[in-house]
């Protein structure tokens, strides 16, 4: 049995490589195009030395899977299947996001992130070498997966600060983010053989935990200087925050300069410098550590093989540490 999770992280990428090999000898105009956007997903995420972002894609289900098993191996396909169902999202959020595309090859790259990121998950779980219900069972994952995703894509594609809270950006997070990272976390509960019971609970730690992503990847447009979420005028969990904790009386003008930060560079650093104020940090802090502190607390109540329990609580919290703001003194 293998208990390394890191040398299964490696067969992971192992898995990726060799399905990548498997569609560019396949001969199929579809699996050629599958072949192309995925090689160039995986090449771009090499360039920009993403790979830690992928390795935590891929531990979080071997971590389950182990957590049920003791062995983190069979939770191969499941980790496979969230890095194609994420190199999909990423490039259709970027089209949403109306970002730099070769119209020439919009179209094409359209059809195969759609192959890539549902139609090839399906055949990769039809394959796995696992009882046919459970197959069944892991399928509904990545289908549920699709759709609460896609309703959470569509709530943040809605959302505008002046009529959002942050009640509705969280629920859309649950679904844009936290979706896939339910997919994963449940699809290996599945295929570890683990009762639905405990699949449902596996599942909501995923989707907790995709909203923690999500929350990363706000703070990392800050951090970073991007600022495409102010540029965009995105109704982030950041921005609400700040906007409902300030009297009525002053959010006509908040808005009004929130809208101005998505062409005037000095609008931006003013409402940035709001958003990375001392007391706006400590409420924002005060959430977060709190929802952070329901995974761990869901993590317990499953509980499940050491050292991978332990693992998984590690995971959480290291993921938390990338981009992080500033904490105020208090």
């Known amino acids: 049995m293998t208990t390394d999770v890191t040398e299964v992280v490696g067969a992971v990428h192992e898995d990726l490589a060799a399905l990548l090999a498997r569609l560019r000898a396949g001969g199929d105009v579809a699996d050629e195009a599958m072949a192309g956007f995925l090689g ?4 771009r995420l090499a360039a920009r030395g993403s790979t830690g972002a992928v390795d935590v894609m891929i531990r979080l289900p071997l971590l389950v899977h182990a957590a049920e098993t003791g062995d983190p191996a069979g939770g191969r396909p499941a980790a496979v299947v969230h890095v194609l169902w994420w190199a999909a999202a990423r490039y259709l959020d970027d089209l949403a996001d109306g970002g730099p595309f070769d119209p020439a090859r919009c179209n094409a790259d359209i059809l195969a ?6 139609h090839l998950p399906a055949r990769l779980l ?3 070498r696992v009882p046919d219900a459970t197959k069944v069972a892991a399928q509904a994952e990545l289908s549920r997966g699709w759709l609460d995703g896609i309703s959470g894509q569509l709530l943040d594609l809605a959302a505008r600060p002046a009529t959002a809270t942050t009640a509705s ?5 649950e679904g844009k983010t936290g979706a896939p990272y339910a997919m994963a976390t449940a699809t290996a509960a599945c295929l570890a053989g683990a009762d639905p019971g405990r699949v449902d609970r596996w599942r909501d730690v995923g989707r907790r935990f995709g909203v923690l992503r999500q929350l990363t990847n706000d703070q990392r447009d800050l951090i970073t200087g991007r600022d495409e979420d102010l540029r965009n005028g995105a109704a982030t969990f950041l921005v609400m925050l700040l906007l409902d904790g300030v009297p009525a009386a002053q959010r006509p003008a908040l808005l ?3 809208a101005a930060a998505a062409t005037s560079a000095d609008a931006r650093a003013e409402f940035k410098a709001l958003l990375t104020g001392p007391e706006h940090l400590r409420a924002y802090h005060g959430r977060v550590d709190a929802m952070v502190a329901e995974v761990h607390g869901a993590l317990h109540a499953l509980g499940g093989t050491p050292p991978h329990t332990s693992a998984l609580h590690t995971l959480v919290d290291d993921a938390m540490l990338a981009f992080p703001l500033p904490v105020p003194v208090a």
């Open 256 to 258: 009004a300069l929130h």
């Open 40 to 43: 160039g997903f995986l090449g």
């Open 113 to 118: 992130a759609l192959g890539v990121g549902s």
């Open 126 to 128: 039809r394959e796995a």
């Open 169 to 173: 950006v969280l629920a859309s997070y």
